[in-house]
RNA sequence: GCUUCCAUAGUGAAAUGGAUAUCACAUAAGUCUUCGAAACUUAGAUCCCGGGUUCAAAUCCCGGUGGAAGCACCA
């Protein structure tokens, strides 16, 4: 039961009577003052049927006669719709009583595979880490509620030059001794004295040393590729290292209620590189380039050599479209050749409508290479829709990447914690004291709905004081909200199965079902455009509407019953509604705060 | 140099091609004093600049200016 729908489908009949066949679009009104719902489709069409606007939108009006609708029109030709407190009345009751509070599922549901995340093994999580798991767990519990088929997978990074790196740096600074002994027992052989800190020092040591040490490079790439080719005592050691991390990385995602179907990684897919390799070789799509095995995915009028101006000169192109490599020098693979077998994989897994990855948007380039080179191959199915959700990056108040102010990179894990002292100093302001768990709930939640309020592809500041204000449009107004909800419920004694009838007699009232009406219809819009940011602040919109129903009208101390009865289900209507919208981006709700 | 993305009150953000550009914070003036003081009213913009398409442009197209990112053997 979507009002928009209904209007629409009797708008459609009107003018299908009138010999006019267009579909019709109604939208919530952007005039209050005016309407609840406007319609534009007379300034739309009305040329193709040799009509004025005006003229259009008046004839249908006067055809259009429905209970509990008000029809009007105004220049140049909108139709303005008013609802009457009957209608939104019974659609209050029918969400309250509703196990989808409204919400339809989609007609032609799909099946998906996210893929978020971009945890790295060896590498601790740090802040760029966490805009992944946050938008990516919030589009899949929005596409789980309206009927998708979603499995999520982490896609570790652990399959890389990092691996060599690391390994290298252990064993110059003696920590894999043992390992390199002449009968040495690999399967065996604990990792001795490496800890997790131990790595937070050495991958970036490594990392460094590398720019600068070209002999270390090469080493560190005959590592890598040692890994790759499962040679001992490297992939033992790296299995152990692995699973160090892992389970710390774990730890971190859980923090942020971000939580994976599967922990498949880069390696998972490397029974599949010789197959995909093999692929491009037959269909003569993959060629020799200075030693390293390419595929050519430039489409016309794209990588035109622009003529250089002095021989010295880099050769420049119009269009850039590098070829993939799949192959390098050495024979070890890169990222874009995992890519496409993981592609691979996961198409032998299952069959994807859809998949989808989630990364910042320096990959952009990336994805081009690895779905077209998938797409050439028939690794990836035509009909299926490869798509890369690109955001943007988590600034400091200075406007640049968020670091400490050593200039360091903030770990996730401090971000946390920051984030759960703040929140505890609130809770303890009210009150509740020592409670961690509902510490992290309040200030990770008020990240997220930070975040998640933004367009996704855009840079945003992270400013903790302002995600956990109490006022404004924040996480914690929104829990707080609820909070509120629960203590008059309980005073109540109002218990789910209440029998409660919600009759809308006053403007503030009106105002909360139209606030649901558009949580409602944000879900589709949000599950059609990859966005989260209307759910955001149509959910703060539903509880700033309740708010002011709150502060106007004592519900509590209410003399007649029937009207009582009708403001405790709107109580329990917004909180129903307003839980189910944080459970869908991934934010805790709390009883109290 | 080439490519992509971005530019909206003091700040941070929003706006299927539609009416008077919306919201939050901050600031200023006033109201309310409560079931949990997180409530209400009012004030503020050259939508970066210049053209074009359209009945209608913050939105689409073209040209500037300014910012961010990427440009084959890292991931």
Redesign the pocket.
Known sequence: MDLREILQEKIEKVIERLGIQEKV?V?F???P???DY?T?FA??CA?KYNLK?FELAEKVCNNLKEEGYKFSV?M???I?INVENSVLSEYANFVLKDDRLGVQKVAHPRKILIDYGGA?VAKELHVGHLRSPIIGEALKRLYRFLGDYVVSDTHL?D????MGLTILQLKEDGYLDEFFNENADYENIKLKNVTLDTLNEEYPKASKRKDIDENF?KLA?TY?LYVQQKKEPYFSIYKQIRELSVEEIKKNYSMLNAYFDYWYG?SDADKYIDETIKLFVDKGLAYE????L?VNIAKEGEHIP?PKKSEDEVQ?????M??A?L????G?V??VT?EIATIMMRNKMDNFDEIIYLTD??????FVQAFRCAKLAGISPENQVLKHISFG?MNGKD?K?FKTRSGETVKLKDVVNMLVEKASE?LKE?GIENDRELARKIGVGAMKFGDL???I?????F?ID?FL??????G??IQ??I??I???LD?ANVKENCNLKIDIVSEEEKEIVLALLKLNSAYG?SYEDY?L??IC?ST??LA?AF???????????EKSEERKKSLLGICLLVKKCLSNALTVLGIDVVE??
Not at 159 to 162: A, I, K, T, V
């Open positions: 679009v939208s009104s952007n005039r003052e005016l309407c406007q534009n300034l739309i040329k606007p105004a140049p030709g909108f303005n790295n990074g399959w890389g030059l990092q490079k790439d890598t880069e380039s200075d030693g390293a390419v622009i420049r192109y119009k269009n850039p590098p070829p490599i192959k390098k020098y050495n070890g890169l990222y995992t948007n320096r990959q952009g380039n990336h990056t406007g990447p609130k009210n309020s933004n367009i592809s855009k840079d945003y500041v400013d302002k204000s109490f006022d404004g449009k924040t914690p107004y707080y909200t909070a509120r629960n203590s008059i005073k819009v966005s940011n209307l602040s703060f919109d700033k708010s002011t129903l709150y502060n106007n009208t004592k519900i509590l101390s109290k705060m």
